[in-house]
């Protein structure tokens, strides 16, 4: 295995586009033919795109499938040599115990014209975001072929995270581990994909080469970073993050450091992809969204900035008598900063003919105030087709702090799962690579101006108590009790946990948003809305 | 086993109230002692309440639980003959592969004061809106203990339904298999219940005595009809649908006819159920929903007092320029005919002055007056604390006919599984119990009323052509192709499947809703957004 050379086609395919993951398999194939590589490595699926959902039980898409791999390999003449490992969606012929699953989640291993042989995953997650024993039909048989006098293993992302994986079973049977993955990021994922491949390789004496997906499909965001071990376990290749890219290796190639950018540079260019490919693959024009001077409309309208371009992105300014002098000002600085384009709308007159049209509590006047804003943004999307971002952070979303068809109306949430805190301390961050966000939006307490002297924390604890409260509750699934054994005190904690459980109702509503947490809301995050436990 | 008489406890709990949940096991116990029975049955997790989602992650509801479970066994020792077997999430001591679950979904048996032992399910289901495979660890035996001299086996629900299940071990080891279920309603599913349990008593000679719970959970509605077979599978005992019951039998009792109303008439009582439980369980003062004279508002405003009678629900007709003359007439026959209290409140006004402050284009203007709609009826909800209907039916989300954070704008939307042609017959169906719901409403075209002359067979086939199209597309995971096949036309077949995939995004925020079909949205379909498989 001296002088084998091996590839990583890191793409970012978008799910359902066969035609196009196709094209960008092929041009990867031919790239990795070019370098003289004999293998190239795809991420999981990467012809069907990750994950696909409910698409797994279409028959109609699995023969769809099958017939893009057929293509690829009439194709792969091109590149004789080749043995090219990709992930696509494979119709079962065993019947699955739940009647349901129809499909194999499987790696095609294609050389010269020929399909030398398929793996199926045979470790389905279903935690977190994952739904895969819903989806798939589980293998149980491992696949090995040979290069040269290599010999190569195939495992898919799940299998060599399980203690009991067959790739403990891989010992003397295999030179190196092929693993085709789509791992979406999470703060501190890089590191512990590392540590997992890292006790792989000193295990069973294999080489690892680890190919990752890249781009955002959905709440997910898949950051590249593929890399490889040798047998020593020492790293030899590394791939870039969140860029797609076609790199090889041979297997003697010396170490190379891991070097990964900063926690807050990783997350925000994991947002800045999230928000990017929602918006290209779902062929959005542009986007618009609320400008309040406040933090949480600065990072998004930044973020969205850095995905699409200036050029594409509109804020829209819309204060208020209960809007503090410098909301204004704040709001046009960052705008000038960006280089949007800024548009002032007044609700004044509109919200004196609902107050004169209906009788409103407090309560409905703030947020009516909310809701006459949704509908401005919206209409504004209706008339332009741009997608409207909804600002909210996850603080906010947990504790309820929000009004629904209000500043939580729109089609992505880009803060979804960022806390408060992390939102102040990715403005910062932002602000070393160029000084977009205000400093003043940093630096005020933070208010929905919906009232005289509104601040968040008349009705929220200070931020940095809050957000290390609720990860306790959500990220730890932790209890009072246990909020009461860190030090909180008792009414504080239940207040906060009651906060929680009363938001669910509204949570089923909110848009999507990139995922960066272990225990994301939506999917990654499933509670009941009728629900007596505190 | 002549003279063993067996109860089931058919019971409404809500999820995580365990101190209610233990008042109606209690109360239950009490009831079949009286009745004489040596034995109790409760429906799955009727401690806990079912499904409780991720509340199975979290340590100590899990001990909150075993608390329960241990004050009924303390209770237990009031009705010394009775034998108890009741449902409840069970604290794993074994580690699950996937270091995620640590709870079972178990039964304890228990006898004057003691647990004679645990069942653990052991088929997880994990399709359609169940997510056990997420949430439980596996059992791995079986459990079986003696009254007398009959033989008896513990079973939960998946375990009877799966042809490779631990049931068809039960030959000649079991007289009676005892199943705890929490069974959703669907179409269908009660007779469907019926084989199911009669193949297993055919095959195995056993007796089945089958619990199911009873009442609304969020999206879910458990309709009862527990149902007992005695070893030649003839029904013995039948329960009530749609209410609690203690009912007891011998399994020498004879035989009764299964007795089921028509679907039309189950349909509409599980919806009520639905409604009713989702109010009550949420602790919701009453309801509020705007009365547009169409058949949508007019059904879920019958359904809302079926739930929760005439003085808890309020009605608003929000007329426009738009509005056919009838329109008005219809939701004031309706309210009159219901009893429930109409307030008119005009659109105009503020209607003009969005015209007056913003652009819009035709798609917004339509908009905007559904939102100015939505924006009324919720400053009404925040006042009132009422909650708001989303009266959209599936039809119609099906295929993105709705103006997101306007008509489909609302708390719980009980239309949601129910295509638009059903909509119809349950009105019709209703209507047979007492005229309550304008004649003209269900005769007149629909119509959106949001520009001049509009009907929805402007934009979409005729509903008995659309419902059949979405069937294949929806519940069969069919593909235009189908459609085709089926005799379609290929460009409404294309135009059918689009219009589906593109209102994914809208969909993805919609309010909860009852299911009654296998699949239903919401958790029952999972898509991906960004998808270009069409």
């Known amino acids: 295995m001296q002088n084998l050379r091996i590839a990583i086609g890191q793409i970012n395919p978008t799910v359902g586009e066969l035609d196009s993951n196709l094209a960008r398999v092929s041009k990867a194939c031919a790239e990795a033919s070019e370098m003289g590589a004999e293998i190239v490595l795809f991420g999981e699926l990467a012809l069907s795109g990750y994950p696909i959902g409910d698409l797994a039980l279409r028959r109609d898409f699995l023969e769809s499938s099958e017939q893009a791999l057929q293509q690829l390999t009439s194709d792969s003449t091109q590149w004789p040599n080749l043995n090219i490992v990709v992930g696509y969606p494979r119709l079962a012929t065993e019947s699955h115990a739940n009647d349901w699953a129809i499909a194999h ?152 450091q891991a070097k990964l950018p900063i926690q807050l540079s990783r997350t925000w260019d994991a947002l800045v992809q999230g928000v990017r490919d929602y918006v290209d693959k779902n062929s959005i024009p542009g986007i618009v969204l609320g400008l309040s001077g406040g933090i949480d409309s600065a990072v998004c309208a930044a973020l969205a900035v850095d995905a699409i371009g200036a050029q594409r992105v509109k804020g829209i300014a819309m204060p208020s008598v209960y809007s503090s002098d410098s909301s204004m000002t704040d709001a046009e600085t960052l705008a000038d900063n960006l280089g949007i384009s800024l548009e002032i709308a007044q609700i004044k007159d509109i919200h004196a003919q609902f107050q004169h049209d209906l009788d409103l509590s407090d309560l409905a006047d703030e947020n009516i105030q909310s809701r006459i804003r949704a509908l401005i943004l919206m209409a504004d999307s209706n008339n332009s087709g741009r997608l409207l971002l909804s600002t909210g952070n996850k603080s906010e979303i947990a504790v309820g702090y929000s009004t629904i068809y209000g500043d939580s109306a729109g089609g992505y949430a880009p803060l979804k799962d960022v806390y408060k805190t992390e939102v102040y301390a990715l403005a910062n961050f932002r602000n070393t690579r160029s000084e977009v966000i205000p400093q003043n939006s940093i630096s005020k307490p933070p208010s929905a101006e919906l009232r005289p002297d509104q601040h968040d924390q008349q009705s929220l604890p200070d931020y940095e108590v809050l957000d290390a409260m609720l990860e306790v509750l959500i990220e730890n699934h932790g209890s009072i009790d246990d909020l009461i054994t860190a030090g909180y005190p008792a009414d504080l904690a239940a207040d906060v946990a009651k906060k929680l459980k009363m938001a669910e109702w509204k949570r089923a509503q909110g848009a999507i948003g990139p995922r960066i947490s272990k225990v994301s809301f939506g999917r990654g995050r499933r509670l009941p809305i009728a629900n007596g436990y505190l």
Chains 1, 2 share one sequence.
């Open 105 to 256: 989640n499987s790696a095609a291993v294609i050389k010269n014209g020929t399909i030398l042989g398929t793996y199926d995953k045979r470790h389905l997650p279903n935690y977190t975001v994952f739904d895969e024993w819903r989806n798939y039909v589980p293998g149980t048989e491992s696949f090995e072929f040979e290069v040269g006098e290599t010999r190569v293993a195939v495992m898919i992302c799940e299998d060599i995270w399980r203690p009991q994986g067959p790739v403990y079973d891989l010992s003397g049977l295999a030179d190196v581990c092929l693993v085709l993955n789509g791992s979406p990021f999470e703060k501190g994922k890089n590191e512990l994909r590392r540590t997992i491949a890292e006790r792989v390789s000193k295990s069973q004496k294999v080489a690892i080469v680890y190919a990752n997906l890249v781009g955002g499909q959905d709440d997910l965001i898949f950051d590249g970073d593929s890399f490889a071990l040798n047998k020593n376990a020492s790293q030899i290749f590394q791939g870039s993050l969140f860029e797609e890219q076609t790199g090889s290796f041979e297997m003697t190639s010396p170490t190379v």
